[in-house]
């Protein structure tokens, strides 16, 4: 078990501080929210040796609680990632501010003048397990966009998140910034969640970063508008026509750069004609890396003779693995490829391998995915690798988000409408 914290938490006086502290940052300018992201950069710079420290108490429990060492390395670890954290944030003061855009202007014949224009959301509710640069990552995407934010991260991520959210915090107070517009549940007590799920006077957005169980425990329990995603049983498909000495290169980046990671490759689909040529490769190849391999029958039939290679059970192509596993299956065409994402696929990121444009256009017509690729990883569904920044989430799902969620997905819109003391006939 990890370490447990069931410190008392006042949600309802949490969650009013969070609602007057976007009132507040509704009234900061731009170039204030800049001036502040910045600072907050150069704050976990100079603050790294205590973030690593507590990030390394994180650690210690994790490895004493025999946690998979991949999961440690792409979801609890920080050491690797913190030159890119505080980058991302420089990024994000950099990039254009959506709140306050116009959308939409037009002029109706009754003398009407209407503006769609850009809004914060209000209060965010992020609910995630491990991966403490979460923690950073919706905290200044929220304050770029004049949102508050409420964080519960997980047990096993608490001293890093407490850490992070104490600096960020201080740079608030010290350039006179609402405080409570980045607020951590400080306790690992679970029914905070429930509680914060049912935050509906406060909190305008649950965004939950998780496992599938996490994901459907929040659609079901929330009375608050959920955004789901990042379940990532992602694809790539290698066509007949494919250049396969560069198609090698790409399925090891995309299973093995980092096998945690919700945009990496779950399942290989190979075209018949090229099955015998390029399946041995990639199982010595990435075998070499430490994968091991659960194969259908054709592709059994192929590689079944090497030790690295399983046949695979009913529901392995349904599985996120979150490690060095990878299935293999061999199709006729690329239509059943494409059949085979739309079964057992979660809309997350897919990609196709192919020099025949034909066959790249109809997979990304017709595959329905967040993210569809051609001729590149699935690895770079992610807001900081897309430019945006960071990401608060992927969304999988297709109303008011879908894909890496940045700035402009925690805007909402408001109508303004201009008349000269007019009345509806």
Known sequence: MFDVNLEIVDLQQMGKRAKDAAGALAKKSTPQKNHVLNAMADALETNTASIL???????????????????????????????????????????????????????????????????????LGAVYESRPNVTVDISTLALKTSNAVILRGGSDVLKSNLELTRILQEVLMAYEFPVDAVQTIGSTDRKYVSDMLRLYDYIDMIIPRGGNGLHVFCRENSSIPVITGGIGVCH?????????????????????????????????????????????VVVDVLGGEGVTFHAEPRAQAIVGGCAQVVPAADDDFDTEWYNLTLNLKVVDHVDEAIAHIARHGTQHSDSIL????????????????????WNASTRFTDGSAMGMGAEVAVSTQKLHARGPMALEELTTYKWIVKGDYTSRD
């Open 236 to 280: 790539i498909f290698v066509d007949e026509s494919a250049d396969l000495a560069k198609a090698i290169p790409v399925l090891n980046n995309a299973k093995t750069q980092r096998p945690a990671v919700c945009n990496s490759m779950e399942t290989l689909l190979v075209h018949r004609a090229v099955a015998s040529e390029i399946l041995p």
């Open 354 to 373: 192919t020099e025949e444009s034909a066959n790249a256009e109809k997979f990304l017509n017709e595959v329905d995915s967040a993210a569809v690729y």
């Open 53 to 123: 420290r507590e990030n390394r108490r994180d650690i210690e429990l994790a490895e004493g609680n025999g946690v998979d060492p991949i999961w440690i390395r792409d979801r609890i670890a920080l050491e690797p990632r913190m030159a890119g954290i505080v980058a991302d944030v420089r990024k994000v003061a950099e990039l254009p501010d959506p709140v306050g855009d116009i959308l939409l202007e037009s002029t109706l014949d009754n003398g009407l003048r209407l503006v769609k224009r850009r809004t914060p959301l209000g209060v």
